[in-house]
């Protein structure tokens, strides 16, 4: 992956000589993608948002200020793109996690939840989080909203609330409903603890199913 500042081209793949002009391979242009990508992340945590120039990306990827512009129109655009490239990474490695798991809607509920307690407390997911907030309001377009995947996640739990709560005897007026409180609940812990030391998996586990368990016993789980 190419480093900031060391001088690769990432318009020329593995045993390849640069094409000079016309247009890049589909393998380039993914190359150029990905460099942009690395090296805009590593100088937004470095620098800040506000540090960071489109002009200082693009000549530290070495490409030309006009190519960086075509796929991003400005450094908003950028930062989202990065958001969504961290959170698709993250979500590659948590996925597998949730293979082999019961049909208890309990206990699947709790490991999602435990999930992102977990990796919410990272100090690289904290990293982001902290770039994401003071880039709001800074750009000609908003930062995106939907990192951390909240979006996704409410579909999913609203999905596995229809799919696996008849079994638990529950059938769900409004899945969405409950699964965006479910999320707020989840949101607002973060917010509150973000200052802590990242969760181990037993503690993460522990406050998910004090949650999940208030949610579906009410005051008997007082």
């Given at each position: 992956?190419?480093?900031?500042?060391?001088?690769?081209?990432?318009?020329?793949?593995?045993g390849q000589r640069p094409t000079g002009r016309g247009r890049p391979s589909r393998e380039q242009s993914a190359a150029i993608t990905e460099a942009i990508i690395h090296i805009a992340a590593e100088m937004f945590l470095n620098e800040g948002f506000d540090g960071?120039?489109?002009?200082?990306?693009?000549?530290?990827?070495?490409?030309?200020?006009?190519?960086?512009?075509?796929?991003?129109?400005?450094k908003m655009a950028l930062l989202n793109a990065v958001l969504h490239d961290r959170v698709a990474s993250w979500s590659r490695v948590t996925t597998p996690q949730s293979e082999g798991l019961g049909p208890d809607l309990r206990l699947r509920l709790i490991h999602y939840t435990a999930t992102m307690f977990e990796w919410t407390t990272k100090p690289e997911v904290r990293a982001y989080t902290r770039l994401m907030l003071?880039?709001?309001?800074?750009?000609p377009s908003e930062v995106s909203a939907e990192f951390f995947g909240y979006t996704e996640m409410v579909t999913l739990i609203a999905r596995e609330i229809v799919t696996h709560g008849p079994a638990a005897g529950?059938?769900?007026?409004d899945p969405e409903r409950i699964a965006q409180?479910?999320?707020?609940?989840?949101?607002?812990?973060?917010?509150?603890r973000r200052l802590i030391t990242?969760?181990?998996?037993?503690?993460?586990?522990?406050?998910a199913e004090y949650i999940i368990d208030l949610l579906l016993q009410g005051s008997q789980a007082w």
């Open positions: 992956m190419t480093q900031a500042g060391s001088g690769a081209d990432p318009t020329r793949t593995k960071t120039s489109m002009e200082a990306i693009a000549a530290a990827v070495h490409i030309p200020k006009t190519t960086l512009y075509k796929r991003y129109p400005d003071s880039a709001a309001g800074r750009g529950i059938a769900a007026k409180m479910i999320m707020s609940m989840i949101s607002g812990w973060m917010g509150i990242p969760l181990t998996r037993e503690e993460a586990q522990a406050e």
